[in-house]
Nanobody, 117 residues
Framework: QVQLVESGGGLVQAGGSLRLSCAVS????????MGWYRQAPGKQRELVAT???????NYADSLKGRFTISRDNVKITVYLQMNSLQPEGTAVYYC???????????WGKGTLVTVSS
C-alpha cells in the first residue's frame, strides 16, 4: 500500500523557518519526481518545488532563494526547507510522488503551515 506521510508543519512567525518532511513507502519506482505543492485558503493548489530521482530541481519563481527541496533516495523521503516565511505562505502543504515511467502519481494528506504576522 502506497503511503506518503508529511510532517513538520506548524505555526511560525513571519521571518521564521520550517522544515517539512515527506516519507514515502510502498513504492518501488526508481525513476520518479517528488515534490511539494501548497493550497492557501480560497486558492488553487500550486507548485512549490519538485526534485527528480536524479536530483534535478524546479521551483516556483516566487520562492527561489528562500525554499530548498532535497531528498534522500535511500529513505525515499523528500524535504522542504522554508526560510524567511511570510504570511502569504500560510497553506496546507502537500507531498506528491510521480512515477515518470507510467505517469502514476500519489499525494499525501497535507500538513498545515501557518505564518503569523
Amino acid at each position: 500500500q502506497v503511503q506518503l506521510v508529511e510532517s513538520g508543519g506548524g505555526l511560525v512567525q513571519a521571518g521564521g523557518s520550517l522544515r517539512l518532511s515527506c516519507a514515502v513507502s510502498g513504492i518501488l519506482y526508481s525513476n520518479n519526481r517528488m515534490g511539494w505543492y501548497r493550497q492557501a485558503p480560497g486558492k488553487q493548489r500550486e507548485l512549490v518545488a519538485t526534485i527528480t530521482s536524479g536530483g534535478t530541481t524546479n521551483y516556483a519563481d516566487s520562492l527561489k532563494g528562500r525554499f530548498t527541496i532535497s531528498r534522500d533516495n535511500v529513505k525515499i523521503t523528500v524535504y522542504l526547507q522554508m526560510n524567511s516565511l511570510q504570511p502569504e505562505g500560510t497553506a496546507v502543504y502537500y507531498c506528491r510522488f510521480a512515477n515518470l515511467g507510467d505517469g502514476r502519481e500519489y499525494w499525501g494528506k497535507g500538513t498545515l503551515v501557518t505564518v503569523s504576522s
